[in-house]
Structures are given as structure tokens and as C-alpha cells.
């Protein structure tokens, strides 16, 4: 029950097109739902987060889509570009928290010009 | 403003030995937490630390211990290594009073490896 299933494992995007990244949870008590980008020999960095209580968060070419009732939640990448070739991890933590995250499994992003 | 600072960031070590990593917060963080990120897969939590203390841990042995300093620095001490203990390890510092957990900085990790 506290595990992030993400998916797909890795993707192959042409420049300019939209990635786009999708997670599934099980944990009716998570509210905080962050997605973070890794690049090799990197630590996570904090891209967008969401809470329950909005289905759509944008901030400029990323936005995360959220299904409370499906229990899913997703990242899309509009215009994507080669910069943007990373790993991508979905997580989720439970109220006050938010330290303690629950992360996926990531997925590997490959955006060719 | 410095970010968060892991040392050393590579490691090797052989079965059964004793490693000691360390991890400074980002400047005005007084909370760090640690995880461990296998290849290929995402972090997972071992435990957090705050005003000296552990206050939460996760699913992990006891062989996993740690220390937070009065400056808010932090140790990971990990005994009797195993070659399953071989990960990325990252630390993550943030402010307590950050309620809304969208202050979580990680630092680049040390990357372990256990032979």
C-alpha cells in the first residue's frame, strides 16, 4: 500500500514533442505528491508538486495532471528538449510528512533533437 | 548560498567493514534526512534527523545508524557491510517549519561501493 508504481521505464521523445510520464498509487493518505528530475552523478531536484485538491498544476512547460478518484497522477513535458533528457521520479508522502517520500521507480528520458 | 554537500562522493569498500558518511545542510536547514537509491531505482528513506535526534526511520536495518551535530551536520554510519548495500547515497536537508514539504533539497550523494 505505500508503494508508487510509475511508468513507463524509459522514453524516447523527438524535440518538440510532449513527454509525458504517468504514476498510480495506493495510499488513500498521501497528499503530497512531487516529481523530481535527476541528472547522472546528481541528487533529485524538486520540479512541480501537487495536492489532492487540484486536479492540474502547471508551471511553464511542465504540468502535473492529478486523478484523485483513479488514484493517479502524471507529468507532462510540452516542447520538449534535449536539456530535458534526464530521469524522472514520481513520489508521494503522507500529511506533515513530506521528508518521508515514497518515490517510483523512475523513468529514463531521452528527447533527440 | 551553498546547497546541501555530501562527502566524500565515491567510496569503496570491501565486506564486513565500517563506512561514515557525511552530509552539511543547505544554509538555515535544521532537518536532514537520508536515503539510499539502488541502480536503476528511485530513493528510499532510511531515517531523518532533527534537534539532534532520529525521528523517523524506515525499512532498514539496525547495521544503518546516524548522528545530527549541534551545527546541524549530519553522519550516516553504516556497520558490517554487505554487497547489497552497494547504492547512491543521498542526503536531503529541509526546515522543520517547511510543513508544506516543497523545501526538500538533496545533495549530489556519495556513491558506494561495497566489494
Known amino acids: 500500500q505505500q508503494q508508487v508504481k510509475q511508468s513507463p521505464q524509459s522514453l524516447i521523445v523527438q524535440k518538440g514533442g510532449i513527454s509525458i510520464i504517468n504514476c498510480a498509487y495506493e495510499n488513500t493518505a498521501f497528499d503530497y505528491f512531487p516529481w523530481y528530475q535527476q541528472f547522472p552523478g546528481k541528487g533529485p531536484a524538486l520540479l512541480i508538486a501537487?495536492?489532492?485538491?487540484?486536479s492540474e498544476k502547471k508551471e511553464g512547460r511542465f504540468t502535473i495532471s492529478f486523478n484523485k478518484s483513479a488514484k493517479q497522477f502524471s507529468l507532462h513535458i510540452m516542447d520538449s528538449q534535449p536539456g530535458d533528457s534526464a530521469t524522472y521520479f514520481c513520489a508521494a508522502s503522507i500529511p506533515r510528512d513530506t521528508d518521508k517520500l515514497i518515490f517510483g521507480t523512475g523513468t529514463r528520458l531521452q528527447v533527440f533533437p | 548560498d551553498a546547497g546541501v554537500t555530501q562527502s566524500p562522493t565515491h567510496l569503496i569498500k570491501t565486506r564486513g567493514q565500517q563506512v561514515t558518511l557525511r552530509c552539511s545542510p543547505k544554509?538555515?536547514?535544521?532537518?536532514v534526512s537520508w536515503y539510499q537509491q539502488a541502480l536503476g531505482q528511485g530513493p528510499q528513506f532510511i531515517f531523518q534527523y532533527y534537534e539532534e535526534e532520529e525521528r523517523q526511520r524506515g525499512n532498514f536495518p539496525d547495521r544503518f545508524s546516524g548522528h545530527q551535530f549541534p551545527n546541524y551536520s549530519s553522519e550516516l554510519n553504516v556497520n558490517a557491510l554487505l554487497l547489497g548495500d552497494s547504492a547512491l547515497y543521498l542526503c536531503a536537508s529541509s526546515l522543520t517549519d517547511d510543513i508544506w514539504g516543497e523545501k526538500l533539497f538533496f545533495g549530489s550523494g556519495t556513491q558506494l561501493s561495497v566489494l
Open positions: 501537487i495536492r489532492p485538491d487540484v
Open positions: 544554509s538555515g536547514h535544521d532537518t
